[in-house]
C-alpha cells in the first residue's frame, strides 16, 4: 500500500510564503512523477506544478514566478515554496504521485489527502 502524506498548510497574510512537503512511503518500486495540485471552493482541480525523477519541471502558466517545486527522489518527496501568496491561492493543496508498485504493472495515480491553505487579505 502507498501513502501520500501532505503537511505544511495554514493560514498566511496575502504576501506571505508557505513551504509544502509531500512524503510517499510504501510498497512503490519507482515513481515518475510527483506533483501538486489544487482545488478552491467551487472549482475544479487545476495543475500546480509537477516533478519528474529525471528534474524536468512544469508549472501552471499563471504560477510561473511564485511557486517553485523542488524534489528529493531519495527520500520520495516533494515541495512546493510559494511566495507572494494572494487570496485566490486559497484552496486546498492535493500531492499526486505517478508510480509503479511491481515490475510488470504500469504506472498510476496515488494521491494524498490534502493540505488547506488559506491566504487573507
Known amino acids: 500500500q502507498v501513502q501520500v502524506v501532505e503537511s505544511g498548510g495554514g493560514l498566511v497574510q496575502a504576501g506571505g510564503s508557505l513551504r509544502l512537503s509531500c512524503a510517499t512511503s510504501?510498497?512503490?518500486?519507482?515513481?515518475?512523477?510527483m506533483g501538486w495540485f489544487r482545488q478552491a471552493p467551487g472549482k475544479q482541480r487545476e495543475l500546480v506544478a509537477t516533478?519528474?525523477?529525471?528534474?524536468?519541471?512544469n508549472y501552471a502558466d499563471s504560477l510561473k514566478g511564485r511557486f517553485t517545486i523542488s524534489g528529493d527522489n531519495a527520500k520520495n518527496t516533494v515541495y512546493l515554496q510559494m511566495n507572494s501568496l494572494k487570496p485566490e491561492d486559497t484552496a486546498v493543496y492535493y500531492c499526486?504521485?505517478?508510480?509503479?508498485?511491481?515490475?510488470?504493472?504500469?504506472?498510476?495515480?496515488?494521491w494524498g489527502q490534502g493540505t488547506q491553505v488559506t491566504v487573507s487579505s
Open positions: 516533478f519528474a525523477s529525471d528534474g524536468t519541471t
Open positions: 499526486l504521485v505517478l508510480g509503479v508498485l511491481r515490475v510488470g504493472l504500469p504506472p498510476d495515480n496515488y
Open positions: 510504501g510498497n512503490i518500486l519507482s515513481i515518475n512523477v
